[in-house]
């Protein structure tokens, strides 16, 4: 299990891949979007078993 910090930077990354996406009018599609919603949302959930 990862501790704190790491797991902060494992959702910073994601959602930095996400605004680039944004920013350079990337298409992600369904699947894709899924798999990155998917992994921050354990994430998230791992980070929230921390507190």
């Known amino acids: ?3 704190r ?3 902060l930077e ?3 990354f994601y ?3 996400l605004n680039t996406a944004v ?6 599609n369904d699947e894709q979007l899924i ?3 998917q992994r ?3 994430l998230v959930f791992q980070l929230s078993r921390k507190d």
């Open 5 to 7: 910090s790491d797991l």
């Open 35 to 37: 798999i990155l919603s």
């Open 10 to 12: 494992m959702i910073n």
């Open 23 to 28: 920013s350079h009018n990337i298409s992600l």
């Open 40 to 42: 921050i949302d354990d």
């Open 15 to 17: 959602k930095s891949e």
């Open 1 to 3: 299990m990862s501790n």
